[in-house]
């Protein structure tokens, strides 16, 4: 799925982003006739506007739905005189309009993979200085999961990325990472309680007593995720759209990958993990030999 998810992205370019990173014209219209969305691309086309993306919004609660359409710079004014034109019934009467120049969405885009990226570094910082850098490793590898996962299927559904959707992805790291803490919280556990255990046996039988607690957890997170997808309206629903996709790879890749990483990294030796301190097992027992000191 991430492949897929990633071949779409570059197959689309720089469709996949919205005007607040590649710049454009946005209008607000309100209507009394729908119009649909087809019919408004192809009055574009006619009129030589260029790729336009129209979208119906509403607003939280509300029942009453407006039309938004994002239209390269300069060209929101022709796309709406197009419309009047084509559609004089459907009571197209413009009620707000912003801008966003290219310079400004370039900027966006810098500071919005620079935030990602920073993330990323802190992920494996703290984690590595927390548990153990075999630890940093799983949880970095499970959050960029994560990460390409939610970007993929998001694009896969039709939807543009805008500032918000970063806010929404970094939420979704957030998320990944509380998640893998769990797990890998439970591994530092056993690998204490069971000093004899073979890693393999530890990590299985970690994962086997957060399972539940991990599948409630998201559970009850996505059904309140669903909840403003169903209900809410424009960005709010593309922020939960983005919500659902990530909390189900989160659990995911907290069960399934991070702590496969943290093994392979560790080539399956526990003694690797225990060069460091904090799982050293400790023994009530001292021997009084000199091969025991």
């Not at 739905?65 to 710079?73: A, C, D, G, R, Y």
């Not at 400004?104 to 802190?122: D, F, Y």
């Amino acid at each position: 799925l991430v492949l897929i998810g990633l071949a779409v992205v570059a197959y689309k370019g720089n469709r996949i982003y919205g005007i607040d990173f590649a710049g454009g014209d946005q209008i607000t219209v309100q209507f009394t006739q729908r119009i649909d969305t087809a019919q408004i691309r192809h009055v574009a086309d006619a009129a030589k506007i260029g790729e336009v993306q129209p979208t119906y919004t509403s607003a939280l609660g509300g029942t009453k739905e407006v039309l938004e359409i994002e239209t390269p710079e300069g060209k929101s004014g022709a796309m709406l005189a197009a419309l009047q034109s084509a559609y004089p019934s459907a009571g197209l009467e413009k009620v707000g309009e912003n801008h966003i120049g290219a310079s400004i969405g370039k900027e966006i885009e810098l500071n919005a993979l620079i935030a990602v990226g920073v993330s990323m570094l802190t992920i494996l910082a703290y984690i590595a200085f927390r548990f153990e850098f075999g630890f940093g490793i799983g949880a970095m590898f499970s959050t960029l999961h994560d990460i390409l996962m939610t970007i993929g299927i998001f694009v896969l559904f039709g939807y543009q990325f805008s500032a918000p959707m970063v806010a929404a992805i970094l939420c979704i790291a957030g998320y990944s990472i509380n998640e893998t803490v769990v797990v890998f919280d439970r591994i530092r556990e056993e690998l204490k309680l069971n000093p004899t255990g073979a890693l393999r046996d530890v990590i299985n039988s970690a994962i086997n007593k957060v399972f539940a607690r991990t599948i409630m957890t998201a559970t009850t997170t996505f059904l309140a995720a669903l909840a403003l997808f169903l209900f809410g309206g424009g960005v709010l629903r593309s922020i939960s759209f983005t919500f659902l996709i990530g909390i189900v790879t989160s659990t995911f890749s907290a069960i399934f990958i991070a702590a496969q990483v943290f093994y392979w990294w560790h080539k399956g030796d526990r003694k690797h993990v225990e060069a460091h301190a904090d799982v050293a097992p400790k023994y009530e027992w001292t021997g009084s030999s000199k091969a025991s000191q």
